[in-house]
């Protein structure tokens, strides 16, 4: 570990304050049981990685926690409120959760900055002039302040994935849901975009972030969880996560997974 | 190595080749005759056909609309005696009342007015760097309640009855309402038609499907007659409303059809996008949906408007005089018969420079909204 990296890992402080706790969480879609008794508390500033193979249920946990998704049974709450079908509270948790997506989905017809603008002016109902400064600042943060005034479909994938990693941060948001971030990138990009990521993480942002980017994990997660047909199977920090997988599955995923 | 092409080569280490100019002759006139019409011998067989086709219909078409018509006689007899084309002079005495139908003469001032308001109101809507759009938007806003009051009278003007109506006057009356209405309803009803709400859902489907169903005719004949059995006895009810009303309603549900396939084609991460930054239904709909719906559906749409435009000819079913009426009742004129196709020639290149302007316009709005590569 280098000078600056220790430093990093010194300042992500994990504080007692709960940010999200998940308990006996299930989920179907139709007669398919995609979630099974999930239970999960993460505090503020922790950076949370989960993992596992795909079809076992990551993207759609992460997607519960901002009622992309409904659950079925069991509880969720964010902050302090609790996700039920209650459209209020989903508002009110949606502007407090930041979800960052494998595909970008970022608006086309917009510009980079009105991209970042939008949800500010629309939702938090901040003057344009200012939320065009917040905008600015936050590319700016994500290497990119030059490209404010082209549209998304003039980037590369990994700078579309930084505008939308700082459209994200524009709402201010106390968590930040991250669904395969890096999967559509082209290996190049890769970095640029976890680099923002770990700046993010050193930043004391609370984390979710389903990724195969095991180097991310072992650097920048304080936990990992590994999830496997709809359960959560496994969950460690990572330094023992990798070194001494408890499951037989856990290590075959591993094996696999770290094995090229 | 024998060096083939006439441009000299010359060998760079690698990493420091620097962009060179593209070989001469790959732009130019010469260059797009060779590749576009003599590449291959079918394709010079098929320019030189084309080419022997034009000369055949071109000029004998030249001959009869301009340089043989007859632009100004006093009846068929003296235009035919004049020169061997088109008898345009018949046209030229009619033209009041094809555009105007039977608008008092002295009242058709108040046409023209309207006509160059509404090319004032649509301007700003249409063409978004004019200069103090913002204001002008607000012209256009108002225009639809000046231009009823210009046209019908009342409040200090001569009234004039909507019977009076007719001509190219009409076909703009009845299409610019049909168009300006039938968007918007168009849109809602698409928007209801996939809403999760299952009594609107119900509601937009079955109208959508019941006016789709049902050949415009049928729906003009029911706002001609048939609404006054179900009215109370007594109930006036302009038949030009009436036209305008049903008009509109079927234009909306091919509008809502067309505005429909444009929104399943916006994928699922714009509508999950816009949710997961807290943005609310409609919101979301204004500001991310319908932007890129409708920008996929102009085609579609401008397809429709087109359709609605021509459509408008039909009224002539039941009674109304719009360019059609206006010409076949000219027609029966006894100084002026035989003159059908210079009639309807006429209408027709009214009508093909109305359209033709509305594909013009949508293609270059396709080319304004492109904004890179689709997502």
Redesign the interface.
């Known amino acids: 570990m280098t000078d600056h990296e220790a430093q990093g890992a010194a300042s992500m402080q994990v504080s007692d304050q709960e940010m999200i706790r998940i308990s006996e969480m299930h989920k179907w879609y139709g007669q398919f049981h995609v979630l099974k008794n999930i239970n999960l508390n993460v505090k503020a500033g922790e950076r949370i990685v989960v993992c596992g193979p795909s079809g076992s249920g990551k993207s759609t946990l992460i997607r519960c926690m901002?009622r992309?998704e409904e659950h079925q049974r069991g509880e969720i709450w964010v902050d302090g409120v609790e996700l039920t079908s209650d459209l209020k509270n989903i508002?009110q948790i949606?502007?407090e959760?930041?979800?960052v997506?494998q595909?970008?989905?970022?608006?086309?017809?917009l510009t980079v900055l009105e991209n970042c603008t939008?949800?500010p002016i629309?939702?938090r109902k901040m003057p344009k002039g200012e939320a065009e400064d917040v905008a600015r600042a936050y590319l700016e943060r994500v290497k990119i302040p030059e490209q404010a005034d082209k549209?998304?479909?003039?980037l590369s994938g990994g700078q579309?994935q930084r505008v939308a990693i700082a459209?994200?941060l524009c709402?201010n948001p106390k968590i930040m849901l991250f669904d395969e971030p890096t999967s559509a990138l082209d290996p190049e990009m890769i970095k640029e975009v976890l680099d923002v990521m770990i700046e993010l993480a050193h930043d004391g942002m609370t984390m979710l972030c389903v990724t195969h980017e095991m180097g991310f994990a072992k650097t920048v997660a304080n936990r990992v969880i590994f999830m496997d047909g709809g359960e959560i199977i496994e969950e460690n920090e990572p330094q023992e996560f990798f070194n001494n997988p408890q499951s037989e599955r856990t290590q075959e995923f591993l094996s696999q997974i770290l094995a090229h | 190595m024998p060096n083939t092409s006439n441009a000299p080569t010359q060998n760079y280490v690698p990493g420091e080749h620097p962009d060179l100019k593209p070989p001469i002759g790959q732009t130019g006139i010469l260059l797009w005759l060779r590749k576009n019409l003599f590449s291959s011998t079918f394709n010079i067989v098929l320019t030189l056909a084309t080419l022997y086709f034009l000369y055949l219909v071109i000029p004998p078409l030249l001959n009869w609309l301009v340089l043989d018509a007859v632009f100004q006689a006093g009846s068929r007899d003296e235009c035919r005696a004049l020169g061997e084309g088109a008898c345009w002079g018949f046209i030229d005495k009619r033209l009041g009342q094809f555009t105007y139908g039977f608008y008092p003469i002295e009242e058709r001032w108040r046409v023209n007015l309207t006509f160059l308001l509404l090319v004032m109101a649509v301007l700003p809507v249409l063409w978004e760097k004019m200069p103090k759009r913002r204001i002008m938007l607000w012209f256009s806003v108002l225009f639809p309640f000046v231009s009823a009051w210009l046209l019908l009278g009342g409040f200090g003007l001569e009234s004039v009855n909507t019977d009076q109506f007719g001509g190219f006057m009409l076909t703009m009356i009845i299409g610019v309402t049909g168009i300006v209405f039938s968007l918007p309803m168009g849109i809602l009803l698409a928007l209801g038609r996939q809403s999760q709400l299952h009594f609107i859902r119900w509601i937009c489907t079955g109208f959508i499907e019941f006016i789709r169903g049902v050949p415009l005719i049928t729906l003009l004949f029911v706002a001609s007659t048939m609404l006054n059995y179900f009215l109370p006895p007594g109930t006036t009810f302009d038949l030009l409303l009436r036209v305008l009303i049903m008009v509109t309603i079927f234009s909306a549900a091919y509008i809502a059809e067309v505005v429909r396939g444009g929104l399943q084609a916006v994928?699922k991460?714009?509508h999950?996008?816009a949710?997961?930054?807290?943005?609310?239904y409609w919101?979301s709909m204004r500001?991310?949906v319908l932007?890129?719906a409708l920008?996929i559906s102009i085609p579609g749409i401008v397809n429709t408007f087109i359709g609605l435009f021509k459509d408008s000819t039909l009224v002539v079913i039941i009674g109304l005089l719009d360019p059609l009426g206006i010409g076949r009742a000219s027609l029966s004129d006894s100084k002026w018969q035989g003159l059908a196709t210079e009639v309807y020639v006429f209408i027709a290149i009214f009508f093909f420079i109305c359209c033709f302007s509305m594909s013009r316009y949508s293609i270059y709005l396709e080319n304004k909204?492109h904004?890179?590569?689709?997502?």
């Not at chain 1, 549209?151 to 003039?154: A, I, L, S």
């Not at chain 2, 949710?275 to 609310?280: P, V």
């Open positions: 901002n992309l508002e949606r502007r959760v930041g979800m997506f595909h970008f989905n970022l608006f086309p017809h939008l949800a629309w939702v549209f998304p479909g003039q579309q459209r994200s709402m | 994928p991460g714009q999950e996008a949710d997961a930054m807290g943005l609310k919101a500001l991310i932007p890129q920008k909204l904004t890179g590569h689709r997502i």
